[in-house]
């Protein structure tokens, strides 16, 4: 059985789907058949850090969810993306992303859609593609679509940043969690300053919301510089921001299935 890992976050802005990409693309280059769905359908971004275009993409999660494809048919392996990193690519990694296009959007925001469908393409994606670990990169906020990526997770990534707003949205987030008795909730702060300590806030982070954190990582220029144009832990393999990374995605594995295949 493949594991189902949510990574979600309340507000917008907290480097979300970077890290969906760079904790996907770690646990690639381990060994594991990956794949992220973008269904933060609204705002779609994570195609862009894999420089997916439409000539690579000419499906995508939209036309799944009206009918007009199968769902892996919209899958784009992206591994050649990851083998020029230092790190050789012993697994697989496969993106399902949103469209771009403002009249897709604008249909999703008009009409909505089915919700079980999407459920339904899940379970089929790790089928067709003998998948380990699937990444759910959520739209943030609450929503339908949140509530059915966490109840149907193994192991939710919730991301957070230390400010003040991000504090009470997660907490609502978390009390979500565990009413919908998610298994495993590993939290990650994200953008701290190097003003700040970050054992300290580790701590204090843990106590106030009594979950684990998986990682504490740092505001960091050259993530400014990258621009959200690669992947961060293929062009940096060795920066403090890729080694807790690195720390988080062994965690994921770890809580994944033990019969998990290797690719």
Not at 126 to 154: C, M, Q, R, W, Y
Not at 176 to 184: G, I, M
Not at 222 to 239: D, I, L
Request: glycine share 8%; aromatic share 6%.
């Amino acid at each position: 059985m493949a594991t189902i890992v949510s990574v979600h976050s309340f507000r917008g802005g907290t480097g979300k789907s970077n890290s969906t990409a760079n904790l996907a693309s770690l646990c690639a280059q381990q060994g594991y058949r990956v794949a992220i769905v973008d269904t933060d359908i609204q705002s779609p971004g994570v195609h862009v850090l894999f420089g997916i275009d439409e000539a690579q993409a000419p499906r995508c999660l939209n036309d799944f969810l009206w009918g007009t494809c199968r769902i892996d048919e919209a899958a784009v392996d992206v591994t050649p993306v990851l083998e020029g990193g230092v790190e050789p690519v012993a697994g697989r990694l496969f993106v399902v992303p949103s469209s771009i296009k403002s009249d897709e959007i604008g249909r999703v925001l008009r009409d909505g859609y089915d919700v079980g469908r999407l459920n339904d393409g899940f379970r089929a994606l790790i089928k067709s593609l003998a998948l380990d670990l699937l990444f759910i990169d959520t739209h943030p906020g609450v929503n339908e679509e949140t509530l059915l990526s966490l109840a149907i997770s193994d192991l939710l990534v919730l991301i957070m940043r230390p400010d003040a707003q991000d504090y009470q949205g997660t907490a609502v987030t978390l009390e979500l969690a565990r009413r919908l008795e998610v298994p495993e909730i590993l939290l990650t702060v994200n953008k701290v300053p190097p003003s700040l300590d970050a054992v300290k806030l580790r701590v204090d982070v843990a106590r106030t919301f009594g979950v684990e954190v998986a990682g504490v990582l740092p505001l960091n220029l050259e993530m400014v510089e990258v621009a959200s144009g690669g992947v961060f832990v293929t062009r940096y393999p060795e920066h403090p921001f890729t080694r807790e990374l690195r720390v988080i995605a062994g965690r994921i594995t770890v809580a994944a299935a033990p019969a998990a295949r290797r690719a």
